[in-house]
Structure formats: structure tokens, C-alpha cells
């Protein structure tokens, strides 16, 4: 989620399966994901790019950041 000029990102909830619904966080259903998986954030000096995996490295979302 991007709120004035700044990224937002929370990755997981500890390895646990999110439990609250949009009603209840503000965040959009298309920003949430059922699957388990982590985030990795890879940084250089031409930006940062920042990827959410899911199990077996599926790609659930990214962005980056110039």
C-alpha cells in the first residue's frame, strides 16, 4: 500500500494463515493472500525491488522502487 509517497508492505503474519478480513485491517482483498510464503527485498544502488513468494517460489505480488 502506497499513503503518501511511502511504500507499506507487511509481509506475513509470522508464517501464520491471515485471520482478519478487510472490514478489520482497511487493506484491499486483492493485497491480502490465503498463501503461505515470505518476502525478499533486493537492494541496489539503481533501486529496491521487493517480492512476495509463495510456497515453491511462486511470485504472489512485487513492486519496486527506482
Do not use: K, Q
Given at each position: ?54 510456497l515453491g517460489n511462486t511470485l504472489l ?6
Open positions: 500500500m502506497v499513503v503518501d509517497s511511502i511504500h507499506y508492505s507487511l509481509p506475513g503474519n509470522a508464517g501464520a494463515p491471515w485471520m482478519f478480513s478487510a472490514e478489520e485491517t482497511g487493506y484491499a482483498e486483492d493485497m491480502t493472500w490465503a498463501e503461505h510464503g515470505h518476502a525478499r527485498v533486493d537492494v541496489s544502488p539503481d533501486g529496491v525491488e521487493v517480492r512476495f513468494l509463495g505480488h512485487s513492486y519496486r522502487i527506482e
